[in-house]
């Protein structure tokens, strides 16, 4: 089983910048894949971003590439969502997932993903 613990979210205004962390328990994350997702207030939880294991390929939605970026470390069990140029719909909390078992790739379903973290609030002010 994996426990996932996010962190850094906060209040900021628009077109600033915040890095969100996952921090993961159990010595085989780095065989697992990393998806983040979202949600907004009365709105259904949206897919952000992936990061495969291995190699660490990722995989963003339209309305977030170019200004979010997933990273990871695995020496310190923590993948990394840094944001960018944030805007006020970005807005919303921010989760972090892995799928069941390790080896599979990352996908934009969040019912590919059997371990979630509490979530972290983000609040983008205009």
């Known amino acids: 089983q994996v426990q996932l613990v996010e962190s850094g979210g906060g209040l900021v205004q628009a077109g600033g910048s915040l890095r969100l962390s996952c921090v993961a328990s159990g010595r085989t994350f780095s065989t697992y894949a990393v998806g983040w997702f979202r949600q907004a207030p009365g709105k259904e939880r949206e897919f952000v971003g992936t990061i495969d294991w291995g190699a660490g390929n990722t995989a963003y939605v339209a309305s977030v590439k170019g200004r979010f970026t997933i990273s990871r470390d695995n020496a310190k069990n923590t993948v990394y969502l840094q944001m960018n140029s944030l805007k006020v719909e970005d807005t919303a909390v921010y989760f972090c997932?892995?799928?069941?078992?390790?080896?599979?790739?990352?996908?934009?379903?969040?019912?590919?993903?059997?371990?979630w973290g509490q979530g972290t609030q983000v609040t983008v002010s205009s």
């Open positions: 997932a892995v799928p069941p078992s390790a080896y599979e790739l990352g996908t934009r379903s969040h019912l590919a993903y059997a371990y």
